[in-house]
């Protein structure tokens, strides 16, 4: 038996049929239901844990299993120190339980949200290749010597 195969075996023991580890993160989460590319619903609420598959998150009020919805998480690390993230999430509400919605994720990518006016010029350079130095013509380097 492999060790992903162990792995299974003590989860499945230890009670817990998913797939995925869950987290315990609390995250501020903005929600839109949608339905045929319009939005039905919005609101906010907490994550109450996250794994790769899907979400838990709490609202102030019930929504109803098996619509679309979009998450936008606000993720609790910078890009390069400098620029907030956001986690954006579509999937599909498979399970409710009062307040409490569980999402099954079908897709995610992180956004940012804008970086301060003082913090834009350090995420420029921090995110440009280090190559594209060495390609400006005006530039004198050892490494674009014409001659």
């Given at each position: 038996?492999n060790?992903?195969?162990?792995?299974?075996e003590?989860?499945?023991?230890?009670?817990?049929?998913r797939?995925?580890?869950?987290?315990?993160?609390?995250?501020?989460?903005?929600?839109?239901?949608?339905r045929r590319r319009r939005?039905?619903?919005?609101?906010?609420?907490?994550?109450?844990?996250?794994?790769?598959?899907?979400?838990l998150?709490e609202?102030?009020r019930?929504?109803?299993?098996?619509?679309?919805?979009?998450?936008?998480?606000?993720w609790?690390?910078?890009?390069?120190?400098?620029?907030?993230?956001?986690?954006?999430v579509?999937g599909?509400?498979?399970?409710?339980?009062?307040?409490?919605?569980?999402?099954?994720?079908?897709?995610?990518?992180?956004?940012?949200q804008?970086?301060?006016?003082?913090?834009?010029?350090?995420?420029?350079?921090?995110?440009r290749?280090?190559?594209?130095?060495f390609?400006?013509p005006?530039?004198?380097?050892?490494?674009?010597?014409?001659?």
């Amino acid at each position: 038996m492999n060790w992903a195969d162990q792995l299974k075996e003590i989860d499945t023991i230890s009670g817990n049929r998913r797939r995925d580890r869950r987290y315990e993160v609390d995250l501020e989460v903005r929600w839109k239901l949608i339905r045929r590319r319009r939005v039905l619903d919005s609101g906010s609420g907490r994550t109450v844990n996250v794994s790769s598959g899907g979400i838990l998150f709490e609202t102030d009020r019930p929504l109803p299993p098996g619509l679309n919805i979009e998450l936008s998480l606000t993720w609790p690390v910078l890009l390069h120190n400098v620029a907030p993230l956001q986690l954006i999430v579509s999937g599909k509400i498979v399970r409710t339980a009062g307040n409490r919605i569980a999402i099954r994720m079908l897709q995610h990518e992180f956004r940012t949200q804008g970086a301060p006016a003082e913090h834009r010029g350090m995420l420029a350079a921090a995110t440009r290749p280090p190559s594209l130095l060495f390609m400006n013509p005006g530039h004198i380097s050892p490494f674009n010597k014409l001659q």
